[in-house]
């Protein structure tokens, strides 16, 4: 088992930027990928980011390109999301998840955490 805790959320204006980390314990999370999701008000929960066990293949969905950047410090356990530019529509529940490979698929991961909210106002 994996067990992943989120933290960084919050209200920010719009350009604005936040730091989400994803703290890991439980099995050794430096053998998992891990990705970010978002889940908007209304919406299915949709891919942001996926970085691989070693850092080194990261996969970004289009509208977040330039301006998230997720990263991993395997020595912490630990996984980022640092979002720049903020905007509106980024106003999401993000969650973090590991998964025995890099992907975009919500099913190839695993191990979920519990969410952290982020809400851009205009």
């Known amino acids: 088992q994996v067990h992943l805790v989120e933290s960084g959320g919050g209200l920010v204006q719009a350009g604005g930027s936040l730091r989400l980390s994803c703290a890991a314990s439980?099995?050794?999370?430096?053998?998992?990928?891990a990705g970010w999701f978002r889940q908007p008000p209304g919406k299915e929960r949709e891919f942001v980011a996926a970085i691989n066990w070693r850092g080194n293949s990261i996969y970004n969905t289009d509208s977040v390109k330039g301006r998230f950047t997720i990263s991993r410090d395997n020595a912490k356990n630990t996984v980022y999301l640092q979002m720049n530019s903020l905007k509106p529509e980024d106003t999401a529940v993000y969650y973090c998840?590991?998964?025995?490979?890099?992907?975009?698929?919500?099913?190839?991961?695993?191990?979920w955490g519990q969410g952290t909210q982020v809400t851009v106002s205009s």
């Open positions: 998840a590991a998964g025995s490979r890099v992907s975009v698929t919500i099913g190839d991961y695993a191990y």
């Open positions: 439980g099995r050794t999370f430096s053998n998992y990928a």
